[in-house]
């Protein structure tokens, strides 16, 4: 019973991030809180990840071209577009583009050797695209002729489409998955470094940007990728992934209870995207050949990224 509990709390933990960045944004800049949240998860991450996987760290190390490529597309691109599409679109819009990206990922994926999809997933990743554009021209879809989109649901696209790539190179890395991540992270604390000197970032100066850039250490970078962990020591990676779908759900219901309506339009985007995500991840559709390793948790083609989470 503690694996559901575990899942269930770390998409509550990535949802509150996708609400207390759109707050934060609002007087630091996405480089002062992607660059302080890698950079004080670091050495936490690092700990955490020698205590609960005792991984050998030589051979993590001599991994680093594949580490340093997917720091800078997970932890450093994702989490720079994120937090700048938060500065113009709402958290919940973000939320619902983001749960298209398992079928997106399915999507990319089938440019590789092997692999593929059935009906069942052709019309999944179609169900869950249409949703999206619902929700980006705001059930107008001649706004697609014109191109007039909000610039911060065009971030988004570009954070999904980034995470898509990380995803397809995670999922075959060789490496325990909190030690991976505890390198990546400390690699974009460092990459990230030369320019956030160079952009004057700066601490949190008001008790509520230092309070919102703790939640993001704490809860989305430390608490949610620890459950999520754990929770995959007895939890298939399949199955995990359908809890994702929960983050639009728990942001709505923030959102709502923080006093702020859902559109019809909302609704009815966020429910043709979980509905194309199922049926993406409904078993009976064609499988590539699983890549050989060492980490039992890492999904094939279709199942969701459950070995490294987003947000």
């Given at each position: 019973?503690?694996?559901?509990?575990?899942?269930?709390?770390?998409?509550?933990f990535?949802?509150?991030?996708?609400?207390?960045?759109?707050?934060?944004?609002?007087?630091?800049?996405?480089?002062d809180?992607?660059?302080?949240?890698?950079?004080?998860?670091?050495?936490?991450?690092?700990?955490?990840?020698?205590?609960?996987?005792?991984?050998?760290?030589?051979?993590?190390?001599?991994?680093?071209?594949?580490?340093?490529?997917?720091?800078?597309?997970?932890?450093?691109?994702y989490?720079?577009?994120?937090?700048?599409?938060?500065?113009?679109?709402?958290?919940?819009?973000a939320?619902?583009?983001?749960?298209?990206?398992?079928?997106?990922?399915?999507?990319?994926?089938?440019?590789?050797p092997?692999?593929?999809?059935?009906?069942?997933?052709?019309?999944?990743?179609g169900?869950?695209?249409?949703?999206?554009?619902?929700?980006?021209?705001?059930?107008?879809?001649?706004?697609?002729?014109?191109?007039?989109?909000?610039?911060?649901?065009?971030?988004m696209?570009?954070?999904?489409?980034?995470?898509?790539?990380?995803?397809?190179?995670?999922?075959?890395?060789?490496?325990?998955?909190?030690?991976?991540?505890?390198?990546?992270?400390?690699?974009?604390?460092v990459?990230?470094?030369?320019?956030?000197?160079?952009?004057?970032?700066?601490?949190?100066?008001?008790?509520?940007?230092?309070?919102?850039?703790?939640?993001?250490?704490v809860?989305?970078?430390?608490?949610?990728?620890?459950?999520?962990?754990?929770?995959?020591?007895?939890?298939?990676?399949?199955?995990?992934g359908?809890?994702?779908?929960?983050?639009?759900?728990?942001?709505?219901?923030?959102?709502?209870?923080?006093g702020?309506?859902?559109s019809?339009?909302?609704?009815?985007?966020?429910?043709?995207?979980?509905?194309g995500?199922?049926?993406?991840?409904?078993?009976?559709?064609?499988?590539?050949?699983?890549?050989?390793?060492?980490?039992?948790?890492?999904?094939?083609?279709?199942?969701?990224?459950?070995?490294?989470?987003?947000?």
């Amino acid at each position: 019973m503690k694996a559901p509990l575990y899942l269930v709390l770390a998409t509550l933990f990535w949802s509150g991030n996708f609400m207390v960045a759109q707050a934060a944004v609002a007087s630091m800049t996405p480089m002062d809180l992607t660059f302080w949240r890698w950079t004080l998860a670091a050495v936490p991450l690092l700990v955490l990840a020698h205590l609960v996987e005792k991984p050998d760290w030589r051979a993590a190390l001599r991994r680093w071209p594949v580490l340093l490529l997917l720091s800078v597309l997970g932890m450093s691109g994702y989490t720079l577009l994120l937090y700048g599409a938060l500065g113009h679109t709402s958290a919940m819009n973000a939320s619902l583009i983001t749960a298209a990206n398992p079928a997106l990922i399915v999507l990319m994926a089938m440019v590789l050797p092997g692999e593929r999809t059935t009906r069942w997933g052709w019309a999944g990743i179609g169900l869950g695209l249409l949703g999206v554009l619902l929700v980006l021209t705001r059930g107008e879809l001649h706004r697609l002729l014109s191109l007039s989109l909000n610039i911060g649901e065009v971030m988004m696209l570009g954070a999904i489409f980034v995470w898509g790539c990380y995803t397809i190179i995670a999922r075959r890395l060789d490496l325990p998955a909190i030690a991976a991540t505890a390198v990546q992270v400390s690699l974009a604390a460092v990459t990230l470094a030369p320019f956030a000197l160079a952009m004057g970032v700066r601490l949190p100066q008001l008790p509520a940007e230092a309070w919102s850039l703790a939640y993001i250490v704490v809860f989305p970078s430390l608490g949610a990728y620890l459950l999520w962990n754990l929770a995959l020591k007895t939890t298939p990676p399949g199955t995990a992934g359908n809890y994702l779908n929960l983050i639009v759900v728990f942001t709505a219901g923030i959102t709502v209870a923080l006093g702020t309506p859902l559109s019809l339009v909302q609704v009815a985007g966020g429910l043709l995207v979980i509905a194309g995500v199922l049926l993406t991840g409904m078993k009976g559709r064609a499988q590539a050949p699983a890549p050989e390793t060492d980490v039992p948790a890492t999904p094939r083609l279709g199942d969701r990224d459950a070995r490294v989470p987003r947000g």
